[in-house]
């Protein structure tokens, strides 16, 4: 079955240094979405790619989604303490709205 | 209602015990998911609901494991005989689902059940 695969698990960054989580499907998806978890909360989406190569940013985050639509990646410039959270990728393979998750990267933020 | 709600937000039962989850979807969403989340791991699939059909019951742990939805509404997430193996937070989230469009749509999270099996 479809896997999706992120890339670092944890990352531990000082404030204001950037950070980049990386995922990676199994099989080509039709589109990608991203969702943050904050600790102790539920996941919320922050956005979708569908063409391949589309890059989006959202203020300090920016995401691509490869030629291949095999991989994403988000980063984050000058990370915040309001950055805390798990970053999850969502992949798309199929005919119907099922996405499969990817493994997640926590990220902590030391002020 | 203005998000997915989710009831009990916490549950303690006895190993053995049948438990029954409920999840109220957002008005008008078609597509409901089940998924479980142990303490600081990822999202699993459970199960996914296109009305009151479920397409793709794939990511049930066991025949333990039921779920329903009626009324293209409300679902109830069952677990008979629980083990501890159970314990988790188990969430729900809906989605619009317009079927032939190619489109995807965000999902929307409810806060979770936490189960925990004594």
């Known amino acids: 079955g479809q896997q999706v695969m992120q890339i670092p698990q944890y990352q531990h960054v000082q404030e204001g240094e950037d950070f980049t989580t990386y995922c990676n499907s199994s099989?080509?998806?039709?589109?990608i979405q991203w969702y943050k978890q904050r600790p102790g909360g539920h996941p919320v989406f922050l956005i979708q790619l569908v063409k391949s190569g589309e890059v989006k940013k959202q203020k300090r985050l920016t995401f691509q989604f490869g030629e291949a639509k095999k991989n994403s990646s988000l980063h984050i410039t000058a990370t915040q303490t309001t950055d805390v959270g798990t970053y999850f990728c969502a992949g798309r393979n199929g005919g119907y709205q099922k996405v499969t998750f990817g493994t997640g990267t926590k990220l902590q933020v030391i002020p | 209602g203005a998000g997915v709600s989710q009831s009990p937000s916490n549950k303690v039962t006895e190993k053995g015990k049948d438990v029954e989850l409920r999840c109220d979807p957002i008005?008008?969403?078609?597509?409901l998911y089940w998924y479980r989340q142990s303490l600081g791991q990822g999202l699993e699939f459970l199960i996914y609901?296109?009305?009151?059909?479920?397409?793709?019951k794939s990511g049930l742990p066991s025949d333990r494991f039921s779920a329903e939805r009626t009324g293209g509404s409300v679902s109830t997430l069952t677990i008979q005989r629980t083990q501890q193996e159970d314990s988790a937070v188990y969430l729900c989230a809906s989605s619009l689902a317009l079927i032939g469009t190619g489109s995807t749509y965000e999902q929307y999270f409810g806060p979770g059940t936490r189960l925990t099996v004594t």
């Open positions: 609901f296109q009305g009151n059909s479920a397409p793709d």
């Open positions: 099989t080509t998806l039709s589109n």
């Open positions: 008005s008008g969403h078609t597509a």
